[in-house]
């Protein structure tokens, strides 16, 4: 059984429960220096690149491609679906195995499956008020970050400069109305945390209310796979069979 197959099962004691509304799970991998202008160029995503991909990385799996999305919609997938952007220096995962509580249990084969120069992880969920990010550059681990509102669960690695206003407490957590904050509560929220590193590294928020001009999750596109078992991956259904076509002598006699 491969690395990801033990770490897609259900009930794992590392990864959080599938993300969907309100919740990320990616990891990217870049070779661009400007990564910001590449996800803004409008580039169709590579969908052999990403079906090769999707089938090196769940080789245990069969791997059915669905509709292109937008990550606006696909970036907390389902533990059997996987969406992939494949573009021009650049390619992002959208997979439930990006939800580690721990990053730096990342499996080897998702850190660096393209020989990339940098991979980055973003996940978060929102409802549990959990985020998470790290980095590795040429498969060298060098930042992760993984904490709730109370706990941090992982601080490995030197700080980042861009952290400093939200250890400095400038991003208060918004607290609904007659909530009450634990006195132990960490200066700022774990998923805006780990939504800063994604701006920081992509250029782009999943949860602030955007500037006007600025790039959305809703611009990229990404193609969707979803999972099955090995050998149980339902079969196409043929198309109906079209009634053949009438030939000319067939309509001047008048024939149906």
């Given at each position: 059984?491969?690395?990801l197959k033990r770490v897609a099962e259900p009930n794992s004691a590392t990864a959080l429960e599938p993300p969907s509304s309100g919740k990320a799970s990616t990891l990217w991998y870049v070779d661009t220096p400007d990564?910001?202008?590449?996800?803004?160029?409008?580039?169709?995503?590579?969908?052999?690149?990403?079906?090769?991909?999707?089938?090196?990385?769940?080789?245990?799996?069969?791997?059915?491609p669905h509709p292109v999305g937008t990550l606006a919609g696909s970036a907390g997938p389902a533990a059997d679906e996987v969406f992939i952007g494949c573009l021009p220096g650049l390619t992002v995962l959208c997979a439930a195995q990006a939800a580690l509580i721990r990053p730096t249990a990342l499996p080897e084969l998702l850190v660096?499956?393209?020989?990339?120069?940098?991979?980055?992880?973003?996940?978060?969920?929102?409802?549990?008020?959990?985020?998470?990010?790290?980095?590795?550059?040429?498969?060298e681990f060098r930042r992760s970050f993984?904490?709730?509102?109370?706990h941090i669960v992982e601080d490995e690695g030197l700080?980042?400069?861009?952290?400093r206003p939200y250890w400095a407490g400038e991003h208060p957590v918004r607290w609904r109305a007659g909530e009450l904050p634990d006195p132990q509560s960490l200066p700022f929220d774990p998923p805006d945390f780990a939504d800063a590193a994604n701006n920081e590294w992509l250029g782009f928020h999943y949860r602030s209310a955007p500037a006007e001009g600025?790039?959305?999750?809703?611009?990229?596109?990404?193609?969707?796979?979803?999972?099955?078992?090995?050998?149980?991956?339902?079969?196409p259904s043929a198309p109906p069979a079209r009634p053949?076509?009438?030939?000319?002598?067939?309509?001047?006699?008048?024939?149906?």
């Open positions: 059984m491969s690395e990564p910001l202008a590449v996800l803004r160029a409008g580039h169709e995503p590579d969908q052999a690149a990403a079906l090769a991909l999707a089938r090196l990385l769940y080789a245990d799996f069969d791997v059915v660096r499956p393209l020989a990339s120069e940098h991979t980055y992880l973003v996940s978060f969920d929102s409802a549990h008020g959990w985020g998470a990010f790290a980095h590795w550059e040429r498969g993984s904490s709730s509102r109370l700080p980042l400069v861009w952290e600025a790039l959305t999750s809703a611009d990229i596109t990404v193609c969707g796979f979803t999972l099955f078992p090995r050998g149980a991956a339902p079969v053949p076509k009438r030939g000319l002598l067939d309509r001047l006699r008048g024939r149906h």
